[in-house]
């Protein structure tokens, strides 16, 4: 039931990161304007724009700019694009897997980008469906451990996690060093948030991803060259996100932390 997987603790520093750098605003702002558009401007009535809209917010993208999204993708305010959801299968270094997520007004330059970035990075890309059929379309939740409620500061357990959500939908807690991941069915991830909420549990983020169904193990060399790929593709403006089956094993995380420093 309960795991510690790496590249998901990996995943959710660098997302971290890349929030204090503002890379990550643009996506985040993307995905309200496509939700909106797919699904109505009441977040009170489109899951999918509502934990968009609380994303952006954890993230301290201004409200402002998620208003004028909102606007946008529900046609109030002209200016909005016609995104494409499209993604691209990919083979990294030591034979990882990768499937790009990509939101774009122009798949010619979308696929172009992609292709630059895989090649130029150890990479190649890879037949329709070779890649995707390694994954499953789950729902993810992150918990922050520690959680400031009016000033008072408490720190949920991985039981407190469990006891909330195990009715809702469930299927695993992952160990993020600093977060919780709540792993459930893709169906699942509005109730397995709501029931959080209802428990009095504050969450980070809450949206359906694709995790892998077997995990590749690599050395330092490979962790390296795949970071290296996933982060050329994640500085893409087309790319919404990156999801690979790596799996860095503590010890070669270390390494490359230290190498780091």
Partial sequence: ????????????????????????????????EVAAKQGGGDPAGNPTLYDAIQKAKKSSVPNKNIDSALKRGSGAESGGVDYKAISYEVYGPQGVAILVECLTDNTNRAAMEVRT??????????????????????????????????????????????????????????????????????????????????????????????????????????????LHLVDALEDLDDVQDVFTNVDIPADVMAELETADA
């Fill in 1 to 32: 039931m309960s795991g510690h997987s790496k590249w998901a603790t990996t995943k959710h520093k660098k997302a971290a990161i890349d929030a204090k750098r503002g890379k990550l605003f643009a996506k985040l702002i993307k995905n309200i």
């Fill in 117 to 226: 970035a895989v090649t130029r990075n150890g990479g190649t890309m890879a037949d329709p469906g070779s890649v995707s059929r390694l994954f499953t379309r789950k729902g993810i939740v992150v918990v922050p451990k520690s959680q400031d409620h009016d000033g008072t500061v408490r720190e949920v357990t991985e039981d407190d996690v469990l006891e909330a959500t195990l009715d809702a939908g469930a299927e695993e807690v992952n160990d993020l060093d600093e977060a919780f991941e709540v792993q459930s069915e893709a169906t699942d991830v509005v109730a397995v948030r709501t029931a959080l909420q209802d428990a009095g549990i504050d969450y980070d983020s809450a949206d359906v991803q694709f995790v892998a169904s077997l995990e590749i193990p690599v050395d330092a060399d490979g962790a390296g060259k795949v």
